[in-house]
């Protein structure tokens, strides 16, 4: 593979000088507080889009690809005397001869892998040398025949799933750098993929409005040792519309959007303790005769074949779902209770109307955690916050860039959220000692647990009608805000009075 001309020398001023356009304007349910962070106006992928970034595990530098073909190293660091964090240079790899869509560390960090247009995949290996630290392609992945989308590492770090322009998902055979299995059903572009962390399952979700679920395929009892591969064992694409007059069914709908959502990528991910899959791109009717809403569906272990639930509100699609690989101790705070949020200066909301929404999303119990797993989940224009503990989001962050998201990523930390945009710049989001709780030990007994849920246990089963899940319509659609109104057990609120957003200093 050729190498990519070498780009101009980055200019140290600006690469070092951290300048904010945007000051995050988001209300900390916990802490009842703003948060730190903001837009940073560096000179990121040479005013190119930024379309994939991911924390290093262990020093937790930054790794960001662009269009402009090139990755690049920074170091994140926080700044006692500043709102904000501060982001300097460190490195660029310059190898791929097209645009980088995705890079993912291997978790033990020793391995970049990094997947760009044309088909190009490559894996990159941590070196120390006499100047330091350096990154080097230690292999070319080739099959793929059309751009690369999205890849995700197995735990072990011997395996990596891509998903590609060329409808197939393969998985590599990283120590042999092949092809172990091809995974093709799909009939339209993959545009996310996600590696069960216990090894039993990988996922995939296609603009064919398709999701994916693949299991391991047993072994036969014998001294050969057969090759371990993977069957498709769910298709997920439709659901059951149910009449809010008479519970009757009313025929199937789509769960996922069609090509025409305009984004590349669809990126989901599993819980770090494997207890749960959550899928972006979701769309559902309220009832047969109301428009879409978007929405992330969450799928138990126990029952992958279908929504457990799903958290709905969004006023764009969701391209990307991320997990905070740290976990926390549980608030022990009340399931039942409501709350609300408004989007504070955010373009893309009509002042006349001011639609304002609240979201319900795990039921008290649903998954018997004995922590509190926090996510991240980014529409075309938005981000918000979840955990599982809570019925509604940790926070909503709006307004942040003029293009579309591409990407997210948690420091290994919990301090830091990351968010990449077309736009050319990305968003840093920082969370202070405890803002986010108390961090407890995460071990693989506990990922363990999750396969030794009982077989008899009901699945969980919550459609729009049984689930906790409301959304608040504004006065001008007052028949389906009743509708609404009628599953849910959350009391209406009056429509908070919209402000006008002030700068934090």
């Not at 930024?50 to 700044?79: M, Q, Y």
């Not at 980088?100 to 120390?128: C, M, P, T, Y």
């Not at 296609?206 to 069957?231: A, F, H, W």
């Amino acid at each position: 593979m050729p190498f990519s001309s070498s780009p101009a020398k980055p200019d140290p001023k600006k690469l070092s000088s951290t300048l904010y356009s945007t000051k995050i304007q988001a209300w900390c349910k916990i802490l009842g507080e703003f948060m730190k962070g903001g837009t940073v106006q560096i000179n990121w992928h040479e005013t190119k889009p930024v379309l994939t970034l991911d924390f290093h595990p262990a020093s937790g530098n930054l790794a960001t690809g662009g269009a402009d073909f090139d990755i690049k190293l920074w170091f994140v660091v926080c700044e006692s005397d500043k709102n904000v964090p501060a982001v300097s240079y460190q490195s660029s790899l310059s190898y791929h001869s097209s645009a980088v869509n995705v890079v993912r560390f291997s978790s033990s960090g020793e391995q970049l892998a990094s997947g760009a247009d044309g088909g190009e995949l490559l894996i990159w290996k941590f070196h120390q040398v006499e100047t330091g630290q350096a990154w080097k392609v230690l292999k070319t992945l080739s099959f793929h025949r059309k751009d690369v989308l999205d890849l995700q590492w197995s735990k072990d770090g011997a395996y990596l799933i891509s998903g590609s322009v060329d409808n197939s998902c393969i998985i590599w055979d990283v120590n042999k750098g092949s092809a172990h299995q091809i995974l093709d059903a799909h009939s339209h572009y993959v545009q996310g993929v996600a590696w069960d962390p216990l090894a039993k399952y990988v996922a995939s979700l296609s603009s064919d409005r398709t999701c994916r679920v693949y299991g391991k395929k047993p072994q036969t009892k014998g001294k050969v040792v057969e090759k371990v591969t993977y069957s498709c064992q769910h298709i997920i694409a439709k659901a059951e519309q149910i009449s809010s007059d008479d519970s009757k069914k009313c025929g199937k709908n789509h769960l996922f959007h069609d090509e025409t959502l305009p984004s590349f990528f669809r990126r989901l991910a599993w819980a770090p303790d494997g207890s749960f899959l959550l899928a972006p791109a979701g769309m559902y009717k309220i009832s047969p005769s109301s428009e879409p809403v978007n929405t992330a569906f969450i799928f138990s272990r126990r029952d992958l074949s279908r929504p457990a639930l799903q958290l709905p509100g969004a006023s764009k699609a969701i391209v990307a779902v991320r997990f905070c690989q740290v976990v926390f101790s549980l608030r022990g705070s009340n399931p039942g209770s409501y709350y609300q949020i408004l989007l504070f200066g955010d373009k893309y909301i009509d002042s006349h109307t001011s639609t304002l929404f609240s979201v319900v999303i795990f039921a008290a119990g649903l998954f018997k955690l004995p922590y509190r797993i926090v996510f991240a989940v980014a529409t075309l224009n938005s981000l918000y916050i979840y955990d599982t503990e809570s019925i509604s989001p940790i926070a909503i962050f709006a307004g942040l860039h003029y293009a579309a998201i591409t990407d997210i990523a948690w420091s290994p930390d919990a301090r830091f959220l990351a968010v990449s945009s077309q736009d050319g710049y990305c968003t840093l989001v920082e969370f202070e000692n405890g803002e986010l709780g108390t961090q407890v030990a995460f071990s693989e007994s506990n990922v363990k647990d999750q396969e030794k849920m009982s077989d008899d246990q009901k699945p969980v089963d919550m459609t729009i009608e049984d689930a906790a899940v409301k959304i608040e319509l504004q006065e001008s659609n007052p028949k389906e805000a009743s509708l609404v109104s009628k599953s849910s057990s959350v009391p209406n609120k009056p429509a908070k009075k919209r402000i006008t957003p002030m700068a934090i200093d």
